[in-house]
């Protein structure tokens, strides 16, 4: 193992609980934004802590002021092994298909320097450090978590080693949350490499976004949200959470969990689709040809087909798209829907009862299929279908477009039945937290800006002055559309036009259009004005690579996510988000703001504290 050498820290200790306090043991007030906070991070402004950052800080158990006393950790050494780390990840990068955010955030922490990392914590839960003067300390629980994956297989198989060292043969797959990522492709593979022995290496990175809610953040603390002690007192069926979730899985975006189209899509996708090909075929089927399952012939041009997408949605499972797998069940059971609809057998069973048959039996067989692909994503309604039949086939991929497995119809019944307005009103009455907690997450600058601001890079092409106003002027500017964009501003008193054409500038593109003087202005320019009203354009300029005309300026703490273009909002709405300068930076909060792709920080060199107009 790397291990570095022994550090001695400052860090908060209780004398009243004569304990050291972790980061989620310290409250106080925010140096960034003056707000309630907890030790390692900002709830209202989202600026990362430290538990010595705080002010008036206070222990959370006994409300007593901490002090500061020094303590020894153990640290991994992660610079020494920075190398061999890079050399895996770029070997990982050619052979696998990792989510395209696991692979930014993994490179963006090798490109920015490694720095060793305390392994240990003075805690009393947790794994004991077996080390000398080290018997009240208990490891950092990402380091010894990962570990726990080995330990974990060693106390169920003898042979766990075919499973862990057997990088050549072993397919190592991690679903993990985007803030976790580090832990699983840095820390992890750290200490497997500095062991210095034959590990199985992570292979595949399943790494999801953010599940949001209602346009908020989930928090127990401040009730917002459905969490899942929640969901077992709502009396709705597991599977239809569990459906939703998959549905609307974040793969390469956050998510926003809405009561109105969690109701939708389970009435229309789940119970109108899905649920309604397996009642109606089936219940047709008992009622006019009794219970017994024929084996018949398959038909070829329709199970040709079938099998076509059977083969995509099986690649979809093997390449860890579980949306894409669970959309396109639906678009077969859609499918299976459209053919018992289009042949309309309550008309032919009569005058041509064997075709009627023929063609419910494949759907039959079709339904069969449905259960088995779809096991994973709702385990308990595919086992009840499986009991229709009086379990006579496995859950495998064994049985896909055979006729083979099925004898009889031994009973049926509805799946699901649609939720109610009235319940989902009242759950979201119920899960939404109080006004004032809603409007301090709604109004927090961070997510005003993350979600309902597009700050653009334009390029000035022309001036000109407004005949009706000669302090105004009339920009034509290069957005990277082919119409490009006009936006007017008071410039006349600070800039002669040709200090500013050719010039690559940043404007609020979602602000809705006004007219000054009779023109029509379809944006705002960005620029800077300290407390002696000195007044300065910020320009983009002095970087590596030039900006592009419409690259998106967005939040540092942003990078990576896959941003929605938001709807025009006010000039008020805008100055909400609070932008700054400071120290020749713009931020929100303590948060740089920076160009989408190059991830270079936006400056304001002239002037470098004020306000932005």
């Known amino acids: 193992m790397v291990i570095s050498q022994i550090k001695r820290v400052n860090n908060f200790f209780c004398q009243h609980d004569q304990m050291f306090l972790a980061d989620r043991y310290v409250t106080g007030e925010c140096p960034n934004c003056e707000n309630n906070a907890k030790g390692d991070q900002c709830e209202h402004c989202s600026k990362l802590l430290n538990p010595t950052d705080l002010i008036n800080p206070k222990c ?77 300390k208990v490891f950092y629980v990402w380091f010894d ?49 500095g062991s210095k022995e034959n590990w199985t290496m992570l292979n595949k990175m399943a790494s999801s976004e953010y599940l949001n809610y209602e346009n908020l953040k989930f928090s127990k603390s401040a009730g917002i949200g459905i969490f899942g002690n929640d969901i077992i007192t709502t009396d709705i069926p597991s599977d239809i959470w569990r459906f939703y979730i998959y549905y609307n899985r974040p793969e390469k975006s956050d998510f926003q969990f809405m009561w109105d189209d969690f109701m939708e899509r389970i009435n229309s996708e789940l119970i109108g689709n899905f649920s309604n090909l397996v009642n109606r075929v089936l219940t047709f089927y008992k009622k006019f040809f009794g219970d017994k399952i024929d084996k018949i012939e398959i038909k070829e041009d329709f199970w040709q087909k079938i099998s076509i ?156 002055r407004n005949p009706e106003a000669e302090k105004l002027f009339i920009l034509k500017l290069d957005d990277g559309t082919s119409d490009g964009k006009q936006i007017v501003s008071s410039l006349a008193d600070y800039y002669k036009e040709e200090e500013l054409i050719g010039k690559h500038i940043i404007i609020v593109d979602n602000l809705k259009p006004a007219k000054f003087r009779g023109i029509r202005s379809e944006g705002m320019l960005i620029a800077t004005e300290d407390e002696n009203k000195n007044f300065k354009v910020i320009i983009i300029e002095d970087f590596k690579d030039n900006p592009t005309p419409g690259e998106r300026i967005i939040l540092e703490s942003d990078s990576g996510k896959k941003l929605k273009s938001p709807s025009k909002i006010s000039i008020d709405k805008f100055f909400k988000t609070q932008i700054v300068a400071e120290n020749g930076e713009l931020k929100i909060n303590g948060i740089n703001l920076i160009l989408e792709h190059s991830k270079e920080k936006i400056l304001s060199k002239e002037i470098p504290n004020g306000k932005i107009y």
């Open 60 to 136: 959370i158990i006994c409300k007593n002021t901490p002090i500061i006393k020094t303590t020894k950790h153990l640290y991994i050494d992660l610079p020494k092994i920075k190398n061999e780390l890079t050399n895996w990840m770029q070997t990982i990068e050619q052979k696998t298909n990792w989510n395209t955010n696991a692979i930014k955030i993994t490179n963006a922490f090798l490109r920015d320097g490694l720095k060793e990392r305390a392994i240990t914590r003075d805690l009393k839960w947790g794994i004991p450090v077996p080390k000398k003067e080290y018997e009240n």
């Open 145 to 193: 978590a990962p570990i726990g994956y080995i330990s974990i297989t060693k106390e169920i198989l003898k042979d766990w080693e075919s499973w862990w060292k057997n990088d050549e043969e072993t397919n190592l797959v991690q679903f993990i949350g985007k803030d976790n990522i580090l832990f699983h492709t840095i820390i992890f593979p750290a200490i497997k490499l």
């Open 309 to 464: 997408r059977y083969d995509k949605t099986l690649n979809f499972f093997k390449q860890i798209e579980l949306k894409s797998a669970l959309k396109e069940i639906l678009d077969i059971s859609r499918t299976g829907n459209k053919i018992f609809q289009d042949n309309e057998p309550w008309k032919t069973k009569d005058n041509m009862p064997q075709k009627t048959k023929e063609l419910l039996l494949n759907l039959i067989y079709l339904i069969r299929d449905l259960s088995i692909l779809i096991s994973p994503f709702i385990p308990h309604t595919s086992e009840k279908i499986r009991k229709f039949f009086g379990e006579s086939y496995e859950i495998s991929n064994k049985f896909l477009g055979t006729n083979l497995g099925l004898s009889t119809i031994q009973f049926t019944e509805v799946l699901f039945t649609k939720l109610e307005k009235k319940l989902i009103d009242d759950l979201k009455s119920k899960y939404s937290g109080s006004k004032n907690m809603q409007d301090a997450q709604t109004n927090n600058p961070i997510n005003l800006f993350s979600e309902q601001v597009f700050l653009k890079v334009v390029k000035i092409k022309t001036i000109e």
